[in-house]
């Protein structure tokens, strides 16, 4: 069985604090991404959180459309591996 997205939540928390920023659980409309990231040097990103096989559901895929339209983009980031991989470039 693979890791759950609570337990991927966990990690990602953990691995943003590790690099120096902030995530911060966002809770406000379904279909809004997971996490408001807040990096080092005015850095700032939406993040949505999946297991290694989780899909977007209809109402994620409408939402990060819409914040597309207006600029924002959101980094879906799936999977341990995906979690250990977040802020390296």
Known sequence: MGVLESE?????????????GIAIKLVAVKGCPDRLVILPNNTMQLVELKTDTGVLSPMQVYFHKKLAKLGVSVKVVRGKEGVENYGII
């Open 8 to 20: 991927i939540e966990k990690l990602f928390k953990k691995r943003v604090e590790k690099i120096g």
